[in-house]
């Protein structure tokens, strides 16, 4: 299992003065890389996909992956109450904390940005304008708001020129996989897609696919691993 650090990070947000983060880096060897890892819209870092999934990719793929909650989900959590997500700078003010924090720390390692659903979508924002990174890498891209194909949201792709990894669910409702494939030639750098047959959004997959959730884990962690290899 891959060595985990709970960690306060500070941050310029009005709500908090800290988030709650953690590193999981490879149980064996050094990191290649860093991975700082965004959560989805309604699911904090503790959720039960980015618990099992952040220690699988810093051992499969070698990366010490910093994962960090976002000012609304820190009070979310301490309220136990549900809120919203933020608009878009005060979720960009907590995520340029957490990627400050991962150079401060791992300073001569190549990172990687991206996330889960909003969290992968926010990184890309940043990058469109100027945020320096190795390779970005989705787990569940949010092409577009369920039933609202229409509303795609590729306009920053062209301004996207790093390697990127697309892993998505075939029952995604918010990433129909042949809107995806048509948007990619847009993307200015090299777009990699990894399916998950049967995944939906949050990669459950169905009973009759005979696979355990350990194993979706396990091809989403070998997929970016593979993906890793070419891109730093």
């Given at each position: ?57 810093a ?12 000012g ?19 979720l ?6 957490a ?25 890309s ?5 100027g ?6 890498c989705?787990?569940?891209y ?30 995604d409702?918010l ?24 995944g ?33």
């Amino acid at each position: 299992m891959s060595q985990k650090t709970e960690l306060r990070l500070p941050v310029p947000h009005q709500g908090v003065e800290h988030v709650h983060a953690v590193l999981d880096a490879p149980e064996e060897g050094a990191p290649r890389g860093a991975f700082v890892l965004a959560h989805g819209s309604g699911a904090p870092l503790c959720s039960d996909f980015l618990e099992a999934v952040a220690p699988a990719i810093a051992d499969s793929a070698g990366l010490a992956v910093l994962r960090f909650n976002y000012g609304y989900a820190e009070l979310m959590i301490r309220s136990g109450k549900p809120r919203p997500p933020e608009r878009r700078p005060a979720l960009e003010v907590v995520h340029r904390a957490a990627i400050a924090h991962a150079r401060s720390v791992l300073p001569d390692l190549p990172v990687i940005l991206g996330g889960k659903s909003l969290g992968g979508r926010i990184a890309s924002l940043m990058v469109a304008e100027g945020e320096p990174t190795a390779g970005l890498c989705f787990l569940g891209y949010p092409l577009h708001p369920p039933g609202k194909k229409d509303r795609l949201r590729t306009d920053h792709f062209p301004d996207l020129d790093v390697p990127a990894l697309f892993v998505q669910g075939t029952r995604d409702p918010l990433c129909d996989l042949t809107l995806l494939e048509a948007a990619l030639p847009s993307f200015a750098g090299r777009p990699t897609v990894c399916v998950i047959e049967d995944g939906d959004h949050s990669f459950n997959v169905l009973k009759r696919s005979g696979r355990a959730p350990s194993e979706v884990i396990g091809e989403i962690a070998a997929a970016v691993a593979t993906w890793a290899d070419g891109a730093l």
